[in-house]
């Protein structure tokens, strides 16, 4: 069985460091107001654009074994989609995986724009839906729609998609969204369609998981937390006559020895500002349950970074020292490529990692853990082939 692992591509500018290097990388503004991430220290511009940064960390985790890279999307970021178009033809078989919510576009017009990605890239388009937290963010997009009701507009959106997808005439008359006679054109038609990971984890997230994802993925979690949300997710995948495939998404601090990896959390830890971290959390206050999840680990105490460890090399305090998912990796090259080999045996097909800075990180990770980590593929010859030619 093939087993891919993804590299987080940042759409926000790239620190340096998350500590002793404040530099801001790619010619990119400084962070919103309030945000953890600092700005570049002499206020100039690097002289190397965003999208050549982006490119030229790309072509790394292509290099250092990496399948494919996230794009995420958020109000303080680039559009994925945009800068996935720009770079994909600066790489081979490098596979992006877009974040988007599908209530922001219609899935019409989403089916035509990604089978035209497809087209052009050879098939290397797959999608990360998220349905959005709530709160302030969601508001900052115009959409006041409430939790629930956002999962059924996603389920139907994917619906609608499939359809027109798959072949017209197709005609749909629901709850958002009405559509007679779709369908692509040629040379549309009969294009790969993206591969789906789904987040969500509450009822109504897993419902329409098990309906459309192809995999479902979690930020990580405590190992027993992560087995009993997969074990929900595959009883309703089940039920519905589908098979449950699974991904998780985790920061890594990763060094030769584990000693060097928790100076580097210390030395992160020292620069914290308890008034940033509190306006950042405040900006993502909302109705996710996976976020509340994430935020449970972490209690209130900012005095001793031992006291977030959850598990064996498993730290609740990444998203203190930048805009980080709550839980990482920390450990030496071989702890974090055996907590990868845990989460497999959980039930994990793929993983999507990332790493600050973004570039040297992924030649680290790609380097010395993934050949310790006996999940990961590289990409094969055919696929070289396929996106050379495309």
Known sequence: MSFDVYWRIPMAGDRSSWRNHPKRRGDWSPPIPGSLAPSRRDGEPDGLSYVEHVVEIARATEAAGFVGGLLPSFPQTDDPWIV???VARATT????????????????????????????????????????????????WGDPTPHDDRYARTTEFLDVFAGVWDGGPFEHHGRFYDV?????????????RPEIYFSGSSAAAIEAVGRHADYYLSWLEHPDDLRAKFDAVRATCEALGRTAKFSV???????????????????????????????????????????????AYQGTSLERYEDLIVAPNIW?????????????L????????????????????S???????????????????LPLFGGARRPTPELATQGAAS
């Open 249 to 295: 998404r985790a920061h890594v601090v990763a060094r030769p020895t584990e000693e060097e990896a928790w100076r580097e959390v210390r030395l992160g830890w020292e620069r914290i500002d308890p008034e940033a971290v509190r306006q950042r959390n405040a900006r993502k206050s909302g109705d996710s349950v996976g976020a509340a999840r994430q935020l």
């Open 330 to 349: 920390v450990g030496s090259y071989a702890q974090v490529a055996e907590r990868l080999n845990d989460l497999v045996e959980l039930g994990a097909d």
């Open 351 to 369: 993983l999507i990692l990332s790493g600050l800075p973004h570039l040297e990180e992924a030649y680290r990770v790609g380097e010395e853990v």
């Open 84 to 86: 996935a178009a720009a």
């Open 180 to 192: 007679t006679d779709g369908g692509l054109p040629e040379p549309l038609a009969g294009q790969p």
């Open 93 to 140: 078989t490098y596979r992006f995986m877009v974040a988007f919510q599908p209530g922001f576009l219609h899935p019409v017009h989403a089916a035509r724009m990604s089978a035209t990605f497809q087209r052009l890239s050879g098939g290397r388009l797959l999608f990360n839906i998220i349905t959005g937290g709530g709160g302030p963010a969601q508001l900052w």
């Open 316 to 328: 609740a305090g990444i998203s203190y020292l930048g805009d980080h998912p709550t839980v990482g």
